[in-house]
């Protein structure tokens, strides 16, 4: 039997096949828009070993001078972040249990 830790919920049939393929194309979008970067440790400037981007009005990012942070643009482009996209949003309302939306949604 699978025991969770507190406040953890495995939802395995929640999203349909074609809702996670037009999730699927949603994040494709996003990373059309904003293209995925490599991020870098702070101080060392060692590179992480994920490639990521972020949509919302925020997007964590990290480089060697500035370390870890949001910040509202992409740190290669110097674009903002696209929105969230609306699929994404009903998501969090129905399984978040927060009545705020966020603020940052990171790709990877």
Request: net charge neutral; aromatic share 6%; proline share 12%.
């Amino acid at each position: 039997m699978l025991v969770l830790p507190k406040g953890v919920r495995h939802m395995p049939a929640h999203l349909s096949r074609a809702v996670q393929e037009m999730l699927v194309e949603e994040v494709r979008s996003i990373v059309q828009q904003a293209p995925l970067f490599v991020p870098a440790m702070p101080r060392t400037g060692k590179e992480m070993s994920v490639r990521m981007t972020n949509c919302g009005s925020l997007g964590w990012v990290t480089d060697k001078e500035r370390g870890y942070r949001y910040q509202p643009t992409h740190p290669l482009t110097g674009e903002p972040w696209p929105p969230i996209p609306d699929s994404l949003l009903d998501l969090w309302r129905q399984v978040s249990g927060y009545a705020n939306p966020p603020e940052a949604c990171l790709i990877n």
